[in-house]
C-alpha cells in the first residue's frame, strides 16, 4: 500500500527527512516524489522479512507481499536526488536491470559507507555468481548471474561495512528442518567471506562485510573483518544475532 497514495498530498512536499524506511514499497508511492536531498537513510524494505515468507510457505499463502524487481528498484533510485545518502538498504527479486542497478548505486550514491543488500534469486535454478572468477559455480548453470557482485560493489571508496543476502543457491531457507536437501558444509560460509573481504580489502575504509545465514530457528548476521595473516589476508569471522 503507498504510503502517500500515488497522487501524493501537497503539504507533505514541503517535509524535510533525515532518513526513511519504506516497507514491501510500491514503485508508484508518491512519497518518491518529496524532496529527499537531506536524506542520509534509506531503507526500501520488506518488514517482515521476505526470507520468513519464503519458509513458510503457509504463511506466504494468506500473506502478499510482493518484492520489487531489480527494475522497479533501480527506477525508484534513478528518480531520487540523494547528495547527503550514507546508508543504503535495499531488497529486491533479480531481473535484466541486475547489473545495471548494482552499478547505478556505485555511481549515483558515492558517499555511501553502509550498504545492505538482499537480492533474491529470479527462478531456484539461478547459480549465484558473486565473485569475478568463481569457476566452480558458474560452470554449473548456463544462466548465472553476469554482474559480479562484489566486484561491481567494490568501486565505493567510501563503503566501510556491507552486508549481503544473496539467497545463495546450496544454502538452507529458515525454518528448515530437512537441512539434507542442501550441501550444507560450514566452510562455505568461510571461504564465501575470505574471497569477498580479498576483494573488499583494497579499499581502505573497508571495515567488515556480513553474510545472512537462516537455519531452522532463526536468521543471523556473520560478520567478517579483514585480518592480516603472515603478509595475506584472511576473514577473521564472529557471529551476531540481528532481531529481523
Not at 29 to 51: E, H, Q
Not at 66 to 90: F, K, W, Y
Not at 204 to 230: H, M, Y
Request: net charge negative; hydrophobic share 40%.
Amino acid at each position: 500500500i503507498p504510503v502517500l497514495g500515488r497522487n501524493g498530498l501537497d503539504r507533505a512536499r514541503t517535509i524535510q527527512l533525515s532518513s526513511l524506511t519504506v516497507n514491501y514499497p510500491d514503485p508508484e508511492d508518491a512519497v518518491i516524489t518529496l524532496d529527499l536531498t537531506a536524506l542520509s537513510y534509506l531503507a526500501l524494505n520488506d518488514c517482515p522479512r521476505y526470507y520468513h515468507i519464503l519458509g513458510a510457505p503457509v504463511v506466504a499463502s494468506f500473506y502478499d507481499a510482493p518484492i520489487l524487481s531489480a527494475s522497479e528498484c533501480l527506477s525508484i533510485l534513478r528518480r531520487l536526488t540523494l547528495p547527503r545518502l550514507t546508508s543504503l538498504q535495499v531488497v529486491y527479486k533479480a531481473d535484466d536491470a541486475d547489473e545495471d542497478l548494482l552499478r547505478y548505486i556505485v555511481r549515483a550514491f558515492p558517499r555511501l559507507s553502509s550498504l545492505e543488500l538482499h537480492r533474491y534469486r529470479k527462478s531456484e535454478e539461478e547459480i549465484v555468481q558473486y565473485v569475478r572468477h568463481h569457476v566452480a559455480f558458474a560452470s554449473l548453470a548456463d544462466n548465472c548471474m553476469q554482474a559480479h557482485i562484489s566486484h561491481i560493489l567494490s568501486g565505493m571508496k567510501m563503503l566501510q561495512h556491507v552486508y549481503l543476502n544473496l539467497d545463495f543457491h546450496d544454502s538452507p531457507k529458515l525454518y528448515c528442518i530437512d537441512t539434507t536437501r542442501y550441501n550444507v558444509d560450514p566452510g562455505n560460509e568461510d571461504a564465501r567471506a575470505l574471497e569477498l573481504v580479498q576483494i573488499f580489502r583494497c579499499n581502505p575504509r573497508f571495515q567488515s562485510i556480513a553474510l545472512l545465514e537462516l537455519n531452522r530457528d532463526n536468521a543471523t548476521w556473520v560478520e567478517f573483518r579483514p585480518k592480516f595473516c603472515n603478509g595475506s589476508c584472511c576473514a577473521d569471522g564472529f557471529m551476531c544475532v540481528s532481531l529481523l
